[in-house]
C-alpha cells in the first residue's frame, strides 16, 4: 500500500507571491488534512478535508486555502506569502474523518520565502 | 482548549540505555493518542497509536502507555541505539479539531 506522497519537496518563493502544495492521500484514506510546522514546534494544524468539503480549520488566515479532489489528493494554496509562511508543510491522511483510524503523513514540503 | 506537553525537551543517553519519554494533556476527553518520529527536515512516522480504551500499545523495542484519567503518556524505548536519534512527538485528538501536538522530545542516542 502506498503511503502518503508530497510535491514538491522544497521550494522557494518570494514575499507576495502565491504557492501550491499537493498531496496524495494514502490508499482507502478518505479525510486529509494539512499542518504548518516552525522550527522546533509541533505542528499547527491548518484544514481538513472529508469528501471534497473543508470540515475543520485552524486559526490561519483565509489566504491559507485548499481542495480536495474525488480521488481524495489534496491541495494547499498560500497567497500573498509572507516571510513567516516559512515552515514545513506536512499533509496527513486518515480512513475516517473522526480521526479514530489515527493519522498517515508524508514527508513534507519545506517552504521558504524570501 | 486542549494543550499538550512533553517532557524533557532534549534528551542525551548512551547507547544501550533504557529511556522513557513523557507527554501529558490537559483535557482527557481523547479519542487517542499517537506517537511519532520525526527526523530532522523530515515527515513524522506513526510509532504507536493508543485508542482511549487502551491502556498500552507495543511495538518492537517501543512500548507506550496511556493514563487518561491523569493526562499522561509515556514512551517507553528499550536498550537505545544511535539509530533511534530523533524528535519524538506526541499528538491527541479529542474529536473537535485533529490532532493537537507537543513540541516534541528531541532524544540523541550516543555510541
Known amino acids: 500500500e502506498t503511503g502518503v506522497t508530497q510535491s514538491p519537496t522544497h521550494l522557494i518563493k518570494t514575499r507576495g507571491q502565491q504557492v501550491t502544495l499537493r498531496c496524495s492521500s494514502q490508499s482507502g484514506h478518505n479525510t486529509v488534512s494539512w499542518y504548518q510546522q516552525a522550527l522546533g514546534q509541533g505542528p499547527q494544524f491548518i484544514f481538513q478535508y472529508y469528501r471534497e468539503e473543508e470540515n475543520g480549520r485552524g486559526n490561519f488566515p483565509p489566504r491559507f486555502s485548499g481542495l480536495q479532489f474525488p480521488n481524495y489528493s489534496s491541495e494547499l494554496n498560500v497567497n500573498a506569502l509572507e516571510l513567516d509562511d516559512s515552515a514545513l508543510y506536512l499533509c496527513?491522511?486518515?480512513?475516517?474523518?473522526?480521526?479514530?483510524?489515527?493519522?498517515?503523513f508524508g514527508s513534507g514540503t519545506r517552504l521558504t520565502v524570501v | 482548549k486542549q494543550e499538550v506537553t512533553q517532557i524533557p525537551a532534549a534528551l542525551s543517553v548512551p547507547e544501550g540505555e533504557n529511556l522513557v519519554l513523557n507527554c501529558s494533556f490537559t483535557d482527557s476527553a481523547i479519542y487517542n493518542l499517537q506517537w511519532f518520529r520525526q527526523d530532522p527536515g523530515k515527515g513524522l512516522t506513526s510509532l504507536l497509536l493508543i485508542q482511549s480504551s487502551q491502556r498500552e500499545q507495543t511495538s518492537g523495542r517501543l512500548n507506550a502507555s496511556l493514563d487518561k484519567s491523569s493526562g499522561r503518556s509515556t514512551l517507553y524505548i528499550a536498550a537505545s541505539q544511535p539509530g533511534d536519534s530523533a524528535t519524538y512527538l506526541c499528538a491527541v485528538f479529542s474529536g473537535n479539531t485533529p490532532l493537537v501536538f507537543g513540541k516534541g522530545t528531541r532524544l540523541s542516542v550516543i555510541a
Open positions: 496527513a491522511s486518515s480512513p475516517k474523518a473522526t480521526g479514530t483510524g489515527g493519522y498517515t
